[in-house]
């Protein structure tokens, strides 16, 4: 049954922190375990999904999840033995445990050129008003942001590409912020982008994008020296958008993926407000270290309770398992303002 009530919540205090989402009394959580003064901790069941979640599916990672009805549905990113990755819608009743419909879903468009398909991966899922919009890293003579809409995750409307190719990690606002829609992205390239910045956009129709403003740059300090990209949708909350993002260094063997947060202006969120100094979940975990690509945590689905500020955060370990950890709204904006560059 699709969810209707898509309205941001009325406020709810938290430490005298406001958090604009409504309550999500069965958000996937654990607390943080004895002794651990990290400020995001791992679910102990981790990974929630395994190596070979299908038949002929090597892994399923970088997904998207939100509530509907009484439990959660998901957008996933699948791989194949051809590697070429799909998106499947997947259900849940709490949170952890998943099905997958078996086949990838079908994107309807009258236009021929815009729904004949390459490769589709790295999907986010987003409720704006009744509408979940799904955005992904679309082949279209190289990579660039993919999006549709639907209601029921069944009927899946696909519109026009929303940037020109080469781009990734293309992210929507929950809300329309100066009455058109929003959306971060980071430009790239044919490869795999050995640099890469967070940009701002927006547009009336979800279709002509434009006003592009520079949010944040890769840089200082090392986590973060090659490239960075949005994760989940923000987070509304009185002290402005919190944006969790990938942040990305190299090493002599290769990227290394953590989680980072900032914080963004709530009417002009290409204005950073705070941003952290250090990474909040860097690869560590077996599931994080052993995978097609070792020393990956790519955060993308984002549940968040508006009523005590909990946050479940869904990630890709390793590009091959879907993985979940937990923080508080009120913790992580306290320390990423007091741990700012
Ligand atoms: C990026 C994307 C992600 C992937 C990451 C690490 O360029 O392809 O899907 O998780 O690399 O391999």
């Excluded at 849940?92 to 815009?114: A, C, H, N, R, Y």
């Excluded at 999907?123 to 890293?137: A, K, M, Q, S």
């Excluded at 990938?246 to 969120?269: I, K, W």
Aim: hydrophobic share 35%; net charge negative.
């Amino acid at each position: 049954m699709l969810q209707t009530s898509s309205e941001p919540a009325a406020p709810r205090a938290l430490d005298g922190l406001v958090i604009h989402a409504p309550a999500l009394p069965n958000i996937p959580w654990q607390p943080r375990p004895a002794g651990l003064d990290d400020l995001v901790w791992r679910y102990s069941e981790n990974p929630v999904i395994g190596r070979r979640p299908l038949p002929r599916v090597t892994g399923i990672y970088n997904s998207a999840v939100v509530p509907f009805a009484d439990g959660f549905i998901g957008v996933f990113r699948t791989e194949g033995m051809d590697r070429i990755p799909h998106l499947h819608v997947g259900r849940s009743p709490d949170g952890l445990k998943w099905t997958f419909e078996p086949k990838p879903i079908d994107l309807v468009s009258d236009d021929d050129e815009i729904s004949r398909f390459e490769y589709a991966y790295d999907p986010r899922v987003t409720l704006i008003g009744e509408d979940y919009y799904v955005t992904w890293c679309n082949g279209y003579h190289g990579p660039t942001i993919g999006v549709a809409r639907t209601r029921d995750f069944v009927h899946f409307e696909q519109l026009e590409n929303a940037f020109l190719p080469y781009n990734r990690n293309g992210v929507l606002f929950p809300r329309k912020i100066g009455g058109k829609f929003a959306m971060l992205s980071r430009p790239s390239d044919t490869g795999h982008t050995p640099f890469g910045d967070i940009f701002y956009s927006e547009s009336p129709d979800m279709e002509h994008w434009g006003r592009h403003r520079h949010v944040m740059g890769k840089g200082w300090p090392w986590f973060q020296g090659t490239k960075i990209g949005a994760g989940p949708s923000p987070i509304e909350t009185s002290e402005g958008w919190l944006l969790f993002y990938h942040a990305v260094t190299q090493t002599c063997n290769g990227f290394v993926y953590s989680m980072s947060a900032a914080l963004l202006d709530r009417d002009e969120p290409w204005r950073v407000t705070a941003r952290c100094n250090q990474a909040l979940l860097c690869p560590e975990a077996p599931y994080e270290l052993t995978g097609f690509v070792p020393g990956v945590c790519f955060p993308v689905g984002c549940l968040c309770d508006g009523a005590t500020g909990r946050i479940a955060i869904y990630y890709g370990a390793a590009d091959t398992f879907s993985a979940l950890c937990f923080c508080n709204a009120a913790d992580v904006i306290a320390f990423v303002k007091a741990n700012s560059t």
